[in-house]
C-alpha cells in the first residue's frame, strides 16, 4: 500500500478538498464586504473603480496592476490608473472603516499589535521612497521601497490595521524628489521606529490589546522599548544575536576577605551567554502539530539590563527561542512584562509575529500588495489601502473554509505555541 493509499493519508486528503459549493457565493459575500466601505468613495465612477480594482487584486492574474486589471473586466485603463495613482478619494478614512471592522470582529484586551517592516523591490529610483536600501525580499542592500505595517492579532485571527511608507532622510530633503512624487507638504523625515510609535499613538487607544512585538529592526532600538515603556506598553521585540546584557539573576561569588558592593555579571552578547546556558535551565514547549508529529521548541527567560552606545537600560527579560528542526534557528528578545508573567505567553506574542510576517509575504501576491507601478506618495497608500481590504476579505473567505479545508497543522491558529511539559 502506498502512503497516499494509508488512512491517515486519506483523512487528510479528505480534509483539505474544497468542493465547488465551498465558493458559491464568493461574488456575492465581497460585494456585502465592499458595501461597507463605498461610501467613502464619493463618486459613482469611484465606487464602480473600487470594486473593480478589489476583485482583480483577489482574481488569478499572474500580475495584479491596473493594466491587466481592467483589461480582464474588459475598461479602459486610464481611468483605473488615474483612481489608483491620484484619485480624490481618502485612503485614511477607508482604512479608518477596516479598522474598526477588524476591531468588531477580533477586538480583545489580550490581543497583539505588531510592526512589519516590509520592503518592495523597484528596478527604478523614479517612484517615492525609492533607494538603495536594505531589502528584506532580496536579503541584500538593492533599490526599494520601504513601509511600516501595524498588524493585529488575537485568538480570533489576524488583520491589518494600518500602513505608512517610509521616505529615506535624503529623500526627505530632495525638494524635486519630493515635487515629482507629490509627498505631502506638512510631513517630515521619520525613522521607521518613530512611525511605528506614531502608529500606535494613533491607533493604540482604539485597538484593545496588552502587548506589542516587531523584529530586531524594532527591538533593536533601544530609545523606541524606552518609549513604549513610558507608554505603558507590554512588549516582546526581537533583536539581533550581538544585543549587549548582563545577567540579573546570577552574580559572580565575591572572593574572600574582600569586602563592599557585589560583584556583577559581565556584559556579553546574548548569542554568547545563551550558549552557555546548561541543558536544565531551558524549558520544552510543544508546537503545533507537523507533518512528522509535533514539533518542539527550547526556550528559556532571564532577567538583563541592556547596553547601547555606552548607556545602561532598565531592566528587561530576555527571552531565548531554540528551533528543534532539520535547520534550527535562535530567536532573541526583549521583553517588558508583569513579573509573573509565564515563558509560554511570551512565546505566544512572538509567535504572532512570525504569522503575520508570512501573512504580508503571501499578500504581495495573493492580495496584489506588491503589485503596482505607481509613484507617487497618494498612489502608493491607495494602492496599499485596496490592497489591504482586498487582504482583510480574503483571511475571512479562508476561516470561512478552515475547518473543511484547513489540515491538522494549518496556519490560521494566531497562537500556535503551546506551553507543554519536555
Request: glycine residues 8%; proline residues 6%; positive net charge.
Amino acid at each position: 500500500m502506498s502512503l497516499l493509499e494509508s488512512p491517515q493519508a486519506q483523512a487528510l486528503l479528505d480534509e483539505g478538498t474544497v468542493e465547488a459549493s465551498d465558493l458559491s457565493g464568493c461574488r456575492a459575500r465581497l460585494a456585502r464586504f465592499l458595501a461597507r466601505y463605498l461610501p467613502f468613495f464619493y463618486r459613482k465612477e469611484q465606487r464602480q473603480n473600487a470594486c473593480l480594482v478589489v476583485s482583480g487584486l483577489l482574481s488569478d492574474l499572474e500580475r495584479k496592476t491596473c493594466e491587466p486589471i481592467a483589461r480582464c473586466h474588459g475598461v479602459e485603463r486610464k481611468p483605473i490608473q488615474f483612481f489608483v495613482g491620484a484619485g480624490k478619494w481618502d485612503d485614511e478614512a477607508v482604512m479608518g472603516e477596516l479598522r474598526a471592522d477588524v476591531i468588531a470582529q477580533r477586538g480583545d484586551p489580550h490581543g497583539v499589535l505588531i510592526y512589519d517592516g516590509s520592503t518592495f523591490p523597484k528596478k527604478g529610483r523614479a517612484s517615492c521612497g525609492v533607494q538603495r536600501q536594505w531589502c528584506g525580499r532580496l536579503g541584500k542592500i538593492e533599490n526599494c521601497q520601504a513601509a511600516v505595517f501595524l498588524a493585529y492579532a488575537t485568538a480570533r485571527g489576524y488583520a491589518p490595521l494600518d500602513r505608512r511608507l517610509y521616505l529615506p532622510e535624503d529623500l526627505a530633503r530632495d525638494a524635486a524628489h519630493r515635487r515629482k512624487t507629490h509627498v505631502p507638504q506638512a510631513l517630515r523625515y521619520r525613522a521607521k521606529w518613530r512611525i511605528a510609535l506614531e502608529l500606535l499613538d494613533a491607533h493604540g487607544r482604539d485597538v484593545p490589546h496588552a502587548w506589542i512585538t516587531g523584529d530586531d529592526e524594532f527591538g533593536r532600538v533601544s530609545p523606541f522599548r524606552a518609549a513604549l515603556r513610558a507608554r505603558r506598553e507590554f512588549y516582546a521585540l526581537e533583536v539581533p544575536a550581538n544585543t549587549l546584557v548582563r545577567d540579573l539573576e546570577r552574580r559572580p561569588p565575591r572572593p574572600r576577605c574582600r569586602t563592599g558592593r557585589p560583584r556583577r555579571a559581565p556584559w556579553q552578547n546574548v548569542a554568547a551567554w545563551a550558549a552557555r546556558q546548561p541543558a536544565s535551565r531551558w524549558q520544552a514547549f510543544r508546537v503545533r502539530e507537523g507533518t512528522k508529529g509535533p514539533l518542539r521548541v527550547l526556550a528559556l527567560t532571564v532577567r538583563v539590563q541592556t547596553r547601547e552606545e555606552g548607556k545602561v537600560g532598565g531592566e528587561e527579560r530576555l527571552v531565548v527561542l531554540k528551533t528543534q528542526e532539520d535547520a534550527p534557528r535562535v530567536v532573541y528578545a526583549l521583553c517588558h512584562a508583569p513579573v509573573h508573567t509565564p515563558l509560554a505567553e511570551l512565546l505566544r506574542v512572538l509567535a504572532a509575529r512570525h504569522q503575520v510576517e508570512e501573512l504580508f509575504e503571501a499578500a504581495k501576491g495573493e492580495a496584489g500588495l506588491g503589485h503596482y507601478e505607481v509613484r507617487s506618495w497618494t498612489g502608493w497608500h491607495h494602492h496599499v489601502t485596496l490592497s489591504l481590504l482586498a487582504l482583510w476579505f480574503l483571511i475571512q473567505e479562508r476561516e470561512r473554509l478552515g475547518e473543511k479545508s484547513a489540515g491538522p497543522d494549518r496556519p490560521a491558529d494566531a497562537f500556535p505555541l503551546l506551553p507543554v511539559a519536555s
